[in-house]
RNA sequence: CGGGGCGUAGCGCAGCCUGGUUAGCGCACCUGCCUUGGGAGCAGGGGGUCGGAGGUUCGAAUCCUCUCGCCCCGACCA
């Protein structure tokens, strides 16, 4: 392709809007143009990388079997009632009503449609197990879009679908899937840290996220140095030691104390001369619309997630004043103490040999010497603290846990049975032997933009980004610098050469020396040859890589094997990420 | 949804406080000459409902009211 037909129109300075640079960079490279918060055409440029993600991302489920399919965005309402999601969505599902007056929901993703198939077409054993995949249109209303294609509210999401048998033959067929995703982030230049994740509203019996470590991702997950535990922050758990050693030598009785007008922690701890790990923090929440009271230790926080999931609640929400009052609750002085008709959950910190200081459930009073067991009664003790960094690791209790931040490129849930189950959309198969049994399921995805972006976010410098020669919108640029007929016949026959079996861009501007290998640069094609009238008198041209700076200096006709070398040495290592075929 | 910032040419900005010719600058774009190893030079040129609506005024980019949009932090987020 020539330049000047390429439809690439960079720029010089930085759009006011972008602050990432993975954004600031695909704006100024052109490969994307914003047309609303969290909407972006892709031009030309980013057009080919997101394409060659894809192809990168079928060569691999095709591998292990995958069968690609298209479904429908448009979703008529009724069927995500049947699933229930129509009502746990908040407004990030899109609904609206047709011209018959007929609801329908956009896609946000397609387990509702791809189990209808499956309903439709999965009767036997022998048709199990299957995995159908689409790389389709995801429409989500999100809250708040951020940092270009790391969060959008339109975006080509690869969304798989597996089904099974049985729970082990999901469990048999999950590390496929798992090492598939290993091997399409690598092939496309990131490696990504597959963490335990928490399912969410998604459901199921197990779930990891594929992160890239990133300052600018939006995620949290934390990392054991010791065992190499890696979960999301709102999952991972920690230990929990006492900075204070526990005080039951002495157990003295409860006593109630006037703690007027003192609400913060820091007032309380000095009025009471204690530490902060001897608080007992009570928060009230709404469960669905029951109110719960959640403790924790006074060092820690609760985590909403990890409470929600206890719960099996779809909507967490912090307790309002009326729900308060109406059990004769003040916040501020919120305790498991002498409460009643009111749901209790203890998280692990709350140790049976620590005296607190709780409150009161009465405006402007507080107790000391609170044991829990003896003073109130606690039930099951379950984890809903935050992680916090420097956390000992649950897992192996050695090694102080790691906080750090990560774009997910993807997702896998091991989904179980939540929409197969009779009260969702009941989908069964005849199991050879002692009749119907029920389809386990299992759901993947990956997004397309947020994983171009995130390559960028990796591999880019103060010039441009430097993009890994699989998924670059071309191979090499062949930059003639002069218009010395020389010169230009000299790049086009390397042009020409070259074009049948890469993706070559030709510069063919009229434009400074300067401005060709600034844009060069900035696009970050991974080789770069240059054509110049200094080179010219030994006949040789400048092969530069973009990555890592590397410059050859060669003849024409050595072109072919110094590009063979290089492509060679710019191939990802898949060593370890084996094909997984069944 | 809460907090903050910003809307003037494709991009980046000045002008606004203190109202007053034809709204200005740099980049980009077009024409010509010239130049070709790091966003050159000279000359000429096109491009604006000053986000929108209403108001104040003889007169509004500028003052007032409302409104829409965009960005950042947080909440939220299959």
């Not at 995958?66 to 999601?85: C, F, H, S, Y």
């Not at 692990?348 to 109130?376: C, K, Q, W």
Request: glycine share 8%; hydrophobic share 40%.
């Amino acid at each position: 392709m020539r330049y000047s037909q390429a439809f690439i129109h960079t720029l010089f300075e930085v759009p006011k809007e972008a602050e990432t640079s993975s954004h600031i960079l695909l704006l100024r490279g052109s490969f994307i143009s914003p047309l609303a918060a969290g909407l972006y055409s892709l031009l030309p440029l980013g057009h080919r990388t997101a394409e060659k993600i894809k192809s990168i991302i079928r060569e691999e489920l095709d591998a292990i079997g995958g069968l690609e399919i298209t479904m429908p965005v448009l979703n008529p309402a009724e069927l995500w009632k049947k699933t229930g999601r129509y009502f746990d969505i908040g407004d990030e599902l899109i609904r609206f009503k047709d011209r018959r007056d007929r609801e329908f929901v956009l896609a946000m993703t397609h387990e509702e449609v791809v189990t209808d198939i499956a309903k439709q077409f999965l009767r036997s054993y022998r048709d199990l197990p299957v995995m159908l995949y689409q790389i389709q249109t995801k429409i989500r209303d999100e809250a708040r879009p951020r940092a270009g294609l790391l969060r959008v509210r339109e975006f080509f999401m690869k969304d798989a679908y597996s089904f099974h048998r049985d729970f082990e033959d999901l469990d048999t067929y999950y590390p496929r899937i798992f090492n598939a995703y290993l091997r399409i982030f690598k092939r496309c230049g990131v490696n990504s840290v597959p963490i335990e994740a928490d399912s969410g509203i998604m459901g199921g019996t197990g779930s990891h996220e594929f992160m890239l470590d990133s300052e600018n991702g939006e995620d949290r997950f934390v990392i054991c140095p010791a065992c190499g535990y890696k979960a999301n922050t709102e999952k991972a758990e920690g230990l929990k030691p006492l900075t204070q050693p526990p005080d039951v030598a002495t157990p003295h009785p409860m006593e109630k104390a006037a703690t007027p007008g003192i609400k913060t922690i820091a007032d309380l701890m000095q009025f009471f001369g204690t530490t902060e790990d001897h608080f007992l923090k009570t928060v009230a929440y709404e469960a669905d619309g029951e109110l719960v009271l959640a403790a924790v230790r006074g060092d820690f926080n609760v985590s909403p997630t990890k409470l929600a999931n206890h719960l099996k609640a779809i909507h967490l929400d912090f307790a309002s004043e009326e729900a308060l009052s109406k059990k004769g609750l003040h916040a501020g002085f919120l305790s498991p103490v002498g409460i009643s008709g009111v749901r209790m959950v203890f998280d692990t910190s709350v140790a049976d040999d620590i005296l607190f200081v709780a409150g009161a459930n009465e405006p402007d009073m507080h107790y000391r010497s609170v044991l829990p067991g003896r003073d109130f009664k606690v039930g099951d003790r379950l984890d809903i603290a935050e992680v916090r960094e420097g956390d000992m690791c649950a897992a192996c209790g050695k090694g102080a846990l790691e906080i750090r931040r990560g774009i997910e490129l993807g997702h896998t849930f091991k989904l179980g049975t939540k929409y197969t189950a009779p009260e969702s959309m009941d989908v069964t198969y005849l199991d050879g032997s002692s009749g119907q049994a029920r389809v386990i399921m299992g759901c993947y995805g990956i997004g397309v933009e947020r994983l171009m972006a995130a390559v960028v976010e990796r591999w880019h410098d103060q010039s441009g980004m430097q993009f890994p020669i699989s998924i670059a919108p071309y191979h090499v640029i062949v930059s003639p610098l002069g218009k010395d007929p020389e010169i230009v016949s000299t790049a086009e026959r390397i042009y020409l050469l070259l074009n049948s079996s890469l993706d070559v861009l030709l510069d063919d501007r009229d434009e400074s020396a300067g401005v060709k290998l600034k844009d060069a640069d900035l696009l970050g094609i991974p080789v770069r040859i240059v054509v110049s009238r200094k080179l010219m008198k030994t006949g040789e041209v400048e092969v530069k890589v973009r990555q890592t700076g590397e410059v050859r200096i060669c003849s024409e006709k050595d072109l072919d094997s110094v590009l063979n070398e290089i492509f060679e040495s710019l191939k990802p290592s898949l060593e370890g990420l084996p094909y997984m075929p069944e």
